[in-house]
């Protein structure tokens, strides 16, 4: 491992003594030509018979070791053996000698010399030559683990799939061109392949990938370095990516380490796996992307101009940006692709400026309405595709669940792509990922893992439907699809399309920033193509129908259905799934709950055998003849202890009372309980004494029968989590989903009614009406054209208002006011500690918070759990990151036994 100093380190006494010659420290003047030449000189000058040698050429690598403590998330130095000379290129696999044991690692690039003075490990072996890791992917992984006070190495599990050696053997696919699409105008091209990794490593250190755009025709400049001293960034403060602290200066992202240094330090492990200090190295640049604010430096065009979308030269760019002249390829690719952006006034300007390799950053509202092609919205990801794939570079698009990933493939045809998905085995996911990787695609398209897909030169990222908490990773840090693809663009320099048909809060922020520009059809075509909604509560319909007030499918949903079905398949949504999810009194409308006791395990004896009547399945051994005694062999000595050794009779088992919640899976089960699974086919109300329930809510397997029981002579189709169906055909039919399980049907459903709309709009989350309206837009925009909508909430709520104008705009922007009056994300920046209370307490102790920052409890959430919430204004959200990560550096140091998971901005704050 690395020394930051000349004195020796006491952990070094445990090491052989190296020779004097190796031991000799360079001379005055010699500088870092002395050091360097002492890395590789040190392992030739010690080597013994057998030893190995360091190699001769750039013979430190640098590894970044695959281990989740956070006080080791740093790059460590390792000597390259000759024997590994060729194999060891930057980005490979690599196995190294870490703390006394094997670990896998990266290798993120080799180095004449270390900074390091004494002793360096030899890397172990290199598990595969393939350069896996990219530098562009390296700087995203830092910088998201940077914005979410993660690891490197958390982040990079996440983004760098298993090796499945097999298919790294296989044999490389020649980069395919895709075929015209358009009106004769267009070739679509996929990007160059990419360079491969020389065999022997270069005498100088690697050049930053080139970002090429048509009209720098170089690659583009480092933000840090680009962006002028003294620069001011309008509105930075209320960006959802803030870059730079109150007094304007930049600050670095990097999280501070529990011990002091000055950079992030880099060290490897002595051969003896005893872990030393670190010696201050950074190969990844960690201020390389401003973490609240991507791409804060970048003037957008005249915002005056509300009609074209723009896109500047390069993201890095200090002068007010000036609008190249469009080309005659931004024109073709107009005229090849623009069908299906005709009806946004600005959809030729973007795909201009994707195919002239600008990078404009949109927010996107598509338009409704599904045809006999299917919704609308993948024909237009499929367009700004092939504009980009035009202009040589490649598109990541990133959407919800597999679903949405059929439908891009099918728009996409036969252009060159790949899909990834998690239903694919590991070898077709890895070999597909291998294609992006070696340049011979240049589309990827998949859920969230695809947002690090290595695709070379990056000139767009799509995310569909970001409000979907699909796009919310669940493994540490936590990230989001939005934030990695904004961050992914900032750094490579491409355009970004945030896409859906309603719109969340954070995008809104990226519009009233500035950041990104508005995407929004004309108001004629959304009129044209958006659903006839009609709320079931309004005054018409209650003076028609009193009982509507308090039914669950009046007369009005009745109607829908009925003519509907006519026509064509409808849609049912039902928000909660299952048979009878809640069940209560069927006279004083009590809470349903089990009141029997939870099955337990008894203390074992003082022999460590269970104690009788333990609880079924449980084997009490004990004499032959005589059942239920224990200790017995049925030799003489287990007679005699039988007779010495009195035996108690079990005792009851006492404790709290299960009071689960009651649900009935079918009409003729028994209720049984959610939590402990217990058949309560006993139960009694504790209130009144009644034994009859009644359904507190209805699922959608209820909902299906009770449809099929009305109308006996149509198929029911049921969608959910038992099985979700992907499309259905244009015959009429009833269809019965839950939110997010709506089959694209073949020409769109004639009508549709969307259930208990209280279920939605009453959950205790902030993202509730939101949400609401989010789940609604969806279902509704799979109607036809003018198709007729029953919604079943009250008409004055603002999220069923925004749905009977087909206006989400204003909903979100109306949405991003309230909760920046309320001090609510993404207005300001918020972190969750959940934990056991004292190692909350702790963390809050140990971590040096930045000013203003506001502690909301801890308070109890679940079990022994307790979670305290930290609030700050949006432009120190960097310095928030870097203060939980350093708390959470020291625990690990200390080897706190506890621990205290941190998220950033989560969806579940309330």
């Known amino acids: 491992m690395t020394e930051p100093t000349r004195a020796p380190h006491p952990q070094e006494a445990l090491l052989p003594a190296p020779p004097a010659a190796a031991r000799r420290p360079a001379g005055r003047g010699q500088g870092a030509s002395a050091r360097g030449r002492g890395a590789a000189g040190q392992a030739r000058a010690g080597a013994s018979k057998g030893a190995r040698e360091a190699a001769q050429n750039l013979p430190v690598a640098r590894v970044v070791v695959d281990t989740p403590l956070p006080h080791l998330d740093r790059l460590f130095d390792y000597l390259v053996p000759t024997t590994l000379d060729a194999e060891a290129v930057p980005g490979c696999r690599v196995r190294v000698r870490f703390a006394g044991q094997l670990a896998d690692g990266y290798l993120l690039e080799r180095l004449p010399a270390s900074e390091h003075e004494g002793r360096l490990s030899f890397l172990e072996r290199v598990i595969s030559p393939e350069p896996v890791l990219t530098p562009d992917i390296a700087r995203l992984a830092r910088a998201v683990a940077d914005r979410y006070a993660g690891t490197l190495s958390d982040v990079l599990r996440l983004a760098v799939p298993p090796r499945h050696a097999r298919v790294e053997g296989e044999a490389r696919t020649p980069a395919r061109r895709a075929d015209s699409t358009g009106d004769g105008d267009v070739s679509p091209a996929a990007p160059e392949p990419a360079t491969e990794p020389a065999t022997e490593p270069a005498t100088e250190p690697a050049a930053e990938p080139v970002r090429a755009t048509a009209d720098t025709g170089g690659p583009c400049a480092h933000p840090a370095e680009a962006a002028e001293p003294g620069q001011e960034v309008p509105l930075e403060d209320a960006t959802p990516h803030d870059a730079t602290p109150e007094d304007g200066a930049p600050q670095d992202p990097t999280p ?63 002068a007010p940006y000036q609008a190249a002249p469009h080309g005659e390829a931004g024109r073709r690719a107009a005229r090849a692709y623009g069908d299906a952006w005709r009806a946004y006034p600005a959809g030729a300007s973007f795909l201009e400026a994707l195919a002239e390799g600008r990078a404009p950053r949109a927010v996107w509202t598509a338009l ?21 794939l035009d202009g040589g570079r490649g598109v990541v698009v990133v959407v919800p669940d597999g679903k949405d990933v059929a439908l891009v493939t099918a728009a996409l045809g036969e252009t060159p792509h790949v899909a990834i998905t998690a239903d694919l085995g590991p070898a077709e996911r890895y070999r597909r990922w291998l294609k992006a990787l070696r340049g011979e695609i240049g589309i990827v398209v998949g859920n969230r893992p695809a947002a690090y897909a290595p695709v070379a030169r990056l000139g767009l990222a799509v995310v569909w439907d970001d409000g979907d908490d699909l796009h919310a990773e669940r493994h540490a840090p936590y990230p989001h699809t939005r934030e990695v693809l904004g961050l992914r663009a900032h750094q490579a320099g491409a355009g970004l399309l945030v896409g859906g048909y309603a719109r969340t809060a954070e995008a809104t922020a990226l519009v009233e920033t500035g950041w990104a520009a508005p995407l929004v059809p004309d108001r004629t075509a959304v009129r044209a193509r958006a659903p006839r909604v009609r709320p079931a509560g ?36 039902v928000p909660r799934r299952g048979y009878l999810p809640a069940l209560a009194c069927r006279h004083c409308r009590a809470p349903a709950r089990c009141s029997g006791l939870p099955p337990a395990r008894p203390a074992p004896d003082a022999r460590g055998n269970a104690a009788p009547g333990s609880g079924p399945g449980v084997h009490q051994p004990g004499v032959p003849g005589v059942p239920g005694v224990p200790g017995g062999t049925g030799q003489a000595g287990g007679r005699a202890r039988l007779l010495a050794e009195p035996v108690s009779a079990p005792s009851p088992i006492t404790g709290p009372v299960c009071s689960g919640p009651l649900a009935l899976r079918g009409g003729h089960a028994v209720p049984y309980c959610r939590w402990c699974g217990r058949i309560a086919g006993d139960w009694r109300c504790p209130s009144c004494g009644g034994t009859g329930v009644r359904a507190v809510i209805v699922g959608a397997r209820r909902t299906a029968e009770e449809l099929g029981r009305a109308f006996p002579s149509v198929a ?11 499309t259905v055909s244009g015959a009429p039919a009833l269809v019965v989903a839950t939110p997010g399980a709506e089959p694209v049907p073949d020409g769109g459903y004639a009508a549709a ?32 054209p003018a198709g007729e909508l029953v919604v079943l909430a009250d008409a004055a709520v603002p999220a069923v208002q925004a749905l009977l104008r087909w206006d989400p705009v204003t909903f979100a922007e109306r949405e991003l006011d309230e909760r920046a009056e309320l001090g609510f994300p993404p207005a300001v920046r918020m972190a969750t500690l959940t934990g056991p209370a004292a190692a909350v307490r702790e963390t809050l102790a140990d971590a040096g918070l930045p000013p203003g920052a506001q502690v909301l409890g801890p308070v109890p959430v679940e079990g022994e759990l307790e979670r ?25 140091a200390r080897k706190a036994p506890d621990v205290v998971r941190v998220n950033i901005d989560p969806l579940d704050l309330i």
Do not use: C, F, Y
Request: aromatic share 2%; charged share 25%.
């Open 256 to 318: 501070q380490d529990p011990t002091p240094h000055d950079a992030t330090p880099h060290d490897a492990t002595p051969e003896d796996g005893a872990l030393q200090d670190p010696t201050p190295h950074d190969a990844i640049p960690h201020d390389a992307t401003p973490q609240d604010s991507p791409l804060v430096d970048a003037a957008l065009e005249d915002a005056a101009d509300t009609a074209t979308v723009r896109g500047e030269t390069t993201p890095h760019q200090t």
């Open 716 to 726: 029911v189709r049921t969608s959910g989590r038992d099985g979700v169906l992907a």
């Open 538 to 573: 309004d005054d018409a319909e209650l003076a028609r129908d009193q009982a509507a007030r308090a039914a669950r499918l009046p007369s009005l949903a009745w109607r829908a259905l009925r003519e509907g079905l006519e026509h064509g398949p409808v849609l049912v949504q």
């Open 753 to 784: 009614v969307l259930l208990d709309g209280w279920a939605l709009l009453g959950r205790p989350d902030l993202r509730a009406a939101e949400e609401a309206l989010r789940r609604w837009t969806n279902a509704a925009a799979l109607l036809r």
């Open 868 to 892: 305290a919430m930290i609030r700050v204004p949006r432009h120190l959200g960097s310095a928030l990151a870097r203060a939980l990560k350093g708390a959470s550096g020291v625990r690990s």
């Open 368 to 388: 409704p309405g599904t045809d006999a092609e299917g919704p609308s919205w993948p024909r237009a990801i499929a367009a700004a595709a092939r504009a980009t």
